[in-house]
């Protein structure tokens, strides 16, 4: 039985491990894309949507009057599973 369980459920261990390796990964990839071709994509508005998203989530406004910069380092901040809640519009759990 326990050898089912640990099939289906997976090693959890690894699974952290795979999540915060993706999320480095995705992290080197989106530093070396210069913010023109975000701009360009028509994909940099959402990621600062995303940035205000999370930013009124930690604290009240804090996405309002900040700078591109600052937007840019909120969205930095942000976790892979804080980008797809964002992105979805699902509320943290």
């Known amino acids: ?24 990964e995705l992290r080197r990839v989106l530093s070396s894309v210069p913010l023109d071709r975000f701009r360009e994509a028509g994909v940099l508005d959402v990621l600062l949507g995303l940035a205000r998203s999370e930013a ?28 797809v809640r964002a992105a979805l519009g699902t509320p943290q759990s």
């Open 56 to 83: 009124a989530d930690a604290a009240a406004g804090a996405g309002e009057g900040t700078s591109v910069g600052e937007q840019l380092d909120l969205i930095d901040s942000m976790s892979v599973g804080d980008l």
């Open 1 to 24: 039985m326990e050898y089912l369980s640990e099939e289906l459920a997976g090693d959890t261990a690894d699974a952290d491990l795979d999540g915060q390796e993706e999320e480095e």
